[in-house]
């Protein structure tokens, strides 16, 4: 894992999501590797509030990129983008050359299941290392 310089953190503004990101944290400052924190507006609304609107979430991101700052993290980058939510992650990921993919296990969604659908997407999918945090 020493030559991952670059952790894309996707988060719904869950509870599973505030884990995952501490966990990406912890990483980011362990490997040196600078941050970007991505959450998706889906199907028209977002998900860190019933009716989320696109500044909505990136007020979220931007509690994120905060707390990561002052964790002692220099580069954070936050993007809001819309679109089918495990698609735009590995989208991202791609486009941002993400060494690895860090997620929450359940999102807002439903919870019949102990992976969603956006971690199992992302996890079938994507063409870099994932962690899935629960």
Known sequence: ???????L??????????HAFQTAVHLALAL???LTVLSVVEHGRGVFEEHAEPDDLAGGCDEFR????????RVVRTLV???LAYSRVLDVATRECADLIVLG??????HDSPLGETAAQVVKFAT????IVR
């Open 1 to 7: 894992m020493g030559d991952m310089k670059h952790i």
């Open 9 to 18: 953190l996707a988060t719904d503004g869950s509870n599973s999501a505030r």
């Open 32 to 34: 040196k590797a600078r």
């Open 66 to 73: 905060h707390e990561a700052e002052e964790a002692g993290i």
């Open 81 to 83: 983008e819309s679109g």
């Open 105 to 110: 296990a359940r999102g807002l969604g439903r």
């Open 128 to 131: 870099c290392p994932v962690l």
